[in-house]
């Protein structure tokens, strides 16, 4: 692919879902649950240099996945982004919320080294979400498709288990069954 010399040629992009929003194109994802992946897609494109991220969040019952690789130079992007879904635990852990307990605690997997706690848009319903995520999902450069799905304040914390458990009125399962139909039916 032929890109302008302000661009960056990214090899693959796997993201969260697609989505268009305010001029940036978002193609990909990948979604995993438990050791198995429910949905993978990779997209080619040019893109500026901060679009060439990477990073995770971790609800215990689905994983979100961004993976990147870029190049600089004409036609370079023939080759595929390392596949992100597939990490080993790090050995922090963090606390998660199931159905109305957020007692449980998750085990975070390769580079999530920040608890995290927030509020995810589940059908127009706002739920408590907690579990591990990575620095770019802490930061103020998440992709934009993570800040449409991510609702409310993101809260993140460094230490073993101090995103606070909580009891919440929230499914997690409603929170899971949406994120398996975007991947579905989009």
Do not use: H, W
């Not at 901060?50 to 971790?58: F, R, W, Y």
């Not at 993570?146 to 073993?160: A, L, T, V």
């Amino acid at each position: 692919m032929l890109c302008i010399s302000l661009y960056n040629c990214i090899v693959t992009i796997k993201a969260f879902y697609s989505i268009l929003l305010s001029g940036f194109v978002f193609n990909g994802f990948s979604l995993v649950s438990g050791s198995y992946k429910l949905a993978d897609s990779k997209m080619k494109t040019c893109a500026a240099a901060e679009e060439c991220t990477g990073g995770s969040v971790n609800f215990g019952g689905a994983r979100i996945v961004i993976t990147s690789k870029c190049c600089t130079s004409d036609l370079c992007n023939s080759q595929d982004a390392p596949d992100g879904s597939i990490s080993s635990p790090n050995g922090k852990k963090c606390f998660l919320c199931d159905e109305i307990d957020c007692t449980r605690t998750l085990t975070c997997n390769g580079n999530e080294e920040y608890c995290i706690s927030t509020s995810v848009n589940v059908a127009g319903q706002n739920i408590t979400a907690k579990g591990c995520a990575s620095k770019l999902i802490c930061s103020n450069m998440q992709p934009a498709p993570m800040k449409e799905f991510i609702s409310g304040e993101i809260r993140c914390c460094q230490g073993d288990l101090c995103n606070s458990a909580t009891s919440t009125t929230a499914s997690l399962l409603l929170f899971v069954t949406l994120l398996t139909s975007l991947v579905l039916f989009s």
